[in-house]
């Protein structure tokens, strides 16, 4: 078992979140899966906060949120003291959430076309690392903008 990783997702992203889940897995991470597997209509603010409160919990490694086109989720993430949710579009932007924001979470569209398949973009966060540094002086400063 590589690590723990928590998702969550609103109707917008039943199946895109179901591609992650099973990705993960295969990637040999456990998931904690806390998203909704039916089409019916769940608030993503809702979703947002149930899983960032539960990473919070500690024990995770990182958290994946989906939405239909992930702006909502994230902005609702990122509203949450520590959370620092990418909303990614390719592997470059991926990779650099982890390595220059250590991001915490991620998040993705499901109603989104990318160019890139997202697990790719996924695969990209997960084989990243933190470069520290410049960049820990910065994610310092961002986290004092929370208050």
């Known amino acids: 078992m590589k690590g723990k990783c928590v998702l969550a997702n609103d109707h917008g ?3 895109l979140a179901a591609r992650i889940e099973k990705h993960l897995e295969e990637r040999g991470y456990e998931v904690n899966y806390l998203g ?6 769940v608030d993503y603010p ?3 906060e149930k899983a960032c409160k539960e990473y919070l ?3 995770y490694e990182f958290g994946i949120l989906c939405c239909g086109t992930g702006i909502g989720i994230s902005i609702a993430a990122n509203k949450i003291h520590g959370i620092r949710c990418a909303l990614v579009q390719d592997s ?3 990779e ?3 390595q220059h924001n250590n991001a915490n979470f991620l998040a993705f569209g499901g109603r989104v076309q990318y160019k890139e398949d997202p ?5 990209a966060f997960i084989d990243a690392t933190f470069e520290g540094g410049r960049h820990q002086t910065r994610i310092d400063k961002i986290s004092a903008l929370e208050g």
């Open 13 to 15: 992203a039943v199946e």
């Open 36 to 41: 909704v597997s039916v089409p019916e209509s």
């Open 46 to 48: 809702d979703m947002a």
């Open 57 to 59: 919990n500690g024990g």
């Open 92 to 94: 470059y932007s991926s």
């Open 96 to 98: 650099k959430a982890k």
């Open 119 to 123: 697990l790719a973009i996924l695969d």
